[in-house]
């Protein structure tokens, strides 16, 4: 079978398995209020960005637009329009509309909700209406640098989704109307997105916007079932005016020249036009700004002609693979003039830049005296660069015709082929489908696809509560095969989604020969009950602080036996209390009780002694508490992930003599002088009472046609 075809056969598997599974009911909030109707502000926002593969939709086309009237092409920004005492006409601004908070707000949620109306008048020709009415409240947010992103509602279909965000200035002066932030969608693939500014609060130093986002299908863009939206950096502007003269009796008029090679681009051009603009060989670089300066300004065949050359504009890096170009924005006016007449832009040399803008107007008669004209030039002051991310749980915003468990199914089958071949190369060559399933107790446990060796096997499985909220995230339900002896196993969670309480994972088994895990040609692989665990850590660097050197060492008790060693073939080991004798191993003295570690552990001794740093925990309690308890304990340097070496396993002993350790010793070699650098952390996992029963599926050898039976 070609690997193609085995890929194909698998992700085919993964859209059938599980079918007939009933949906739970919709979890995303009603909508309370739909949004008016009225006209939208005419404004698109001005950019120039080269980013990720999700963002390269943006860039803006190199080479020389060229339009006749008032206006750019679409992508460049409108040209404001002015009146004879040079006020710029601004349309006014959209009124908002609030949305009730839904009940039950979490924790992320904005408190309280802003009050949000957008009106996408410029989208209801290319866009489902139904779409816009169907957003519902969101809320989540992050924070960075004094910046927060805001996901205030959302509406997620099978081929488009719509979201509506604010970028707020909690420090004030670096967010104005003017302001374009890179939000896009950080999902895989997708056609195209549209940022659309909705408004400006001035008093709140938030801007407001929606972006439609448009691919061909859901479940091959994401990851999982969350719906992320990324901004890189945020750019920060600032905005200036100056007004300049030209006086044509005193000064020559500039030679004019044909438009480069490079501008090879023209709208609605077939053949390059024969253009003249004013000559660039040497610009008089009168500077406006950071990047943009007066290259030419003069009158020529009855024409006011003004030239810029912008300078410092090539991209710069930013986070991960992205890169940022600065933001440039000249407008130009005339006295008595209602607008340019022509407007072109080019590439000097050849890097896809634009190095030049010239506005040409057309002026009526010859001019008595000097010109005075406007340049409105906002560009950028600032780059934030730290990185803004918010993941929307697609339960949250789903409004598409499937059902949120079979999308949810969907996305979850893409992403498995995929992580398995990245993380078992070995199984590449003979991962083939199951598709084999049992279900009890409204509980279905699934294997979805394998592998088979000689020496190993692995199994993607599933399980999953189809009546209720039974199975959760962190849930212990992991599939054994059914052996007498020994097999060495190795458990990782895949993926887990929270509205239909479905957990997946992954287990890899090793084991000296085949038919250890095997019988009658089968490999049964059984969840003997099933519990969710619920974990809680303990940091102990301060109580190590206050309390070292206040006990003493004391000689070892009599320990409990722990067997340390195993070599699947019957050859078990115990440790000894000789053992530790051996090593020269002594305990704390047990003393008061000095911390709780929640209900029925304390911290009864805590210090260094003799190059060692110990912890000595109590347990309290009747003796079957601990069989749904686990506590780790972990030593290691500030700021790394890699657990000093403990000397043992710890020591524990019995002091009422039911069998049950009471106490318990943790010992890690320690440096006397590096005790302000170790981080000491308690982890104690306790678990739900067990969904008794048993879930077994018998898995046929056959299956797997690389396996030599």
Aim: hydrophobic residues 35%; charged residues 25%.
């Amino acid at each position: 079978m070609s690997e193609n075809k085995q890929d194909q056969l698998i992700r085919e598997t993964f859209e059938q398995y599980r079918a007939g599974i009933g949906s739970m009911p919709s979890q995303r909030a009603q909508i309370l209020h739909k949004l008016d109707e009225k006209p939208a502000r005419s404004y698109r926002p001005y950019y120039r960005l080269a980013a990720v593969a999700a963002a390269l939709v943006l860039l803006l086309g190199i080479g020389v637009p060229v339009l006749s009237g008032n206006g750019f092409l679409a992508g460049h920004p409108d040209q404001v329009r002015t009146t004879g005492d040079l006020a710029a006409v601004q349309p006014e601004p959209t009124g908002f509309v609030p949305l009730a908070q839904p009940e039950g707000t979490p924790e992320t949620a904005v408190q309280p909700e802003p009050e949000v109306s957008l009106n996408y008048h410029t989208w209801i020709d290319s866009m489902d209406r139904d779409l816009m009415d169907a957003l519902v409240p969101v809320n989540l947010s992050y924070e960075k640098s004094g910046i927060r992103l805001d996901v205030l509602q959302g509406a997620v279909t099978e081929t488009e989704a719509l979201l509506v965000y604010s970028v707020e200035d909690l420090e004030g002066g670096r967010i104005n109307e003017r302001t374009y932030n890179p939000v896009y969608p950080d999902i895989g693939s997708f056609d195209s997105y549209e940022n659309v500014l909705a408004e400006y609060d001035e008093a709140g130093n938030r801007c407001t916007y929606g972006i439609h986002v448009r691919y061909k299908d859901l479940a091959h863009c994401l990851d999982g079932p969350v719906f992320p939206l990324n901004m890189s950096y945020l750019d920060v502007t600032e905005s200036k005016t100056a007004v300049m003269q030209v006086n044509p009796d005193s000064s020559e008029s500039p030679a004019l020249v044909a438009m480069p090679e490079q501008a090879d681009w023209y709208a609605e051009n077939t053949e390059k036009p024969d253009l003249k603009v004013m000559d660039y060989s040497s610009p008089q670089d009168v500077p406006l700004g950071t990047h943009v300066r007066v290259s030419q300004a003069g009158v020529v065949d009855g024409q006011f002609r003004v030239q810029f050359r912008y300078v410092d504009t090539a991209p710069v890096p930013l986070n991960g693979n992205s890169e940022y170009a600065p933001f440039v924005d000249v407008a130009v006016s005339l006295e008595n003039q209602p607008g340019y007449d022509q407007h072109y832009r080019w590439d000097a040399d050849g890097d896809g830049d634009t190095d030049f803008e010239e506005f040409v107007f057309t002026l009526n008669g010859k001019p008595a005296g000097a010109l005075e004209y406007r340049v409105d030039l906002t560009e950028t002051a600032q780059v934030l660069n730290a990185g803004w991310k918010v993941e929307i749980p697609l339960t949250c915003i789903w409004t598409g015709e499937a059902s949120y468990s079979e999308i949810s199914r969907r996305i979850e089958k893409e992403n498995i082929p995929d992580y398995v071949k990245e993380n078992y190369p070995q199984f590449n060559d003979c991962l083939v489908p199951v598709d084999l399933s049992f279900e009890d107790q409204g509980i279905r446990m699934d294997i979805i696809c394998g592998a088979v060796t000689e020496k190993e096997a692995l199994f993607v499985y599933s399980v999953e509560d189809l009546e209720g909220a039974r199975i959760m995230e962190s849930v212990s339900a992991r599939p054994v095969p059914d052996s007498d002896l020994p097999v060495r196993a190795a458990y990782t969670q895949l993926a887990y989604d929270d509205p239909v309480g479905r957990y997946t994972g992954v287990v890899h088994y090793r084991y000296n020969n085949l038919s250890e895990i095997s019988r009658n040609g089968e490999i049964g692989l059984a969840i003997c009950g099933i519990q969710n665990l619920h974990s809680e850590t303990w940091h102990l660097e301060n109580l190590l602080r206050e309390y070292d050197g206040h006990a003493d060492l004391v000689d070892l008790p009599v320990l409990l036996e722990y067997k340390v060693k195993n070599n699947f073939g019957g050859n078990i080991r115990y440790y000894t209390n000789e053992d530790y004798r051996k090593l020269g191993l002594k305990i704390l003295e047990s003393g008061e009780e000095l911390e709780h570690l929640g209900d029925g552990i304390r911290v009864s001794a805590i210090g260094t002694a003799e190059g060692m740093l110990h912890l000595q925990l109590k347990y309290i309690g009747e003796s079957d508490e601990y069989a749904s308890r686990t506590v780790q304990v972990s030593c290691n340097e500030c700021g790394t992930d890699a657990d000093l070496p403990a000397w043992t396993r710890p020591m524990a002993w019995d002091t009422n003599s039911d069998g049950i350790a009471d106490f318990e010793e943790y010992v890690f070699p320690c440096d006397p002088e590096a005790l302000e650098n170790l981080r000491l952390e308690v982890t104690v996992t306790e678990a739900d009472p067990a969904i008794e029963g048993e879930w077994i599926v018998q898995v046929p050898l056959a299956r797997f046609p690389f396996l030599d039976t």
